[in-house]
């Protein structure tokens, strides 16, 4: 139970659930972009893996 007080104290399920939300949409963008500016189809794949890259250093920053 203090691991989780710690963390709401922090506002780390703030950030992560900020983070989600904003890279849902950042994903969805890059989805339309690609198909209105015929970009090339690792696009969307690359976006997803800087999201998924970048989840655990917001999580940190958050903890910091």
Do not use: C, H
Request: glycine share 4%; hydrophobic share 65%.
């Amino acid at each position: 139970m203090p691991l989780f007080a710690e963390l709401r104290r922090r506002n780390v399920f703030k950030v992560a659930s900020v983070y989600v939300i904003g890279g849902a949409l950042l994903y969805w963008l890059a989805v339309v972009l690609q198909t209105q500016l015929d970009l090339p189809w690792w696009t969307n794949r690359l976006v997803a893996l800087l999201l998924l890259l970048g989840f655990p250093a917001a999580l940190i920053f958050a903890w910091v």
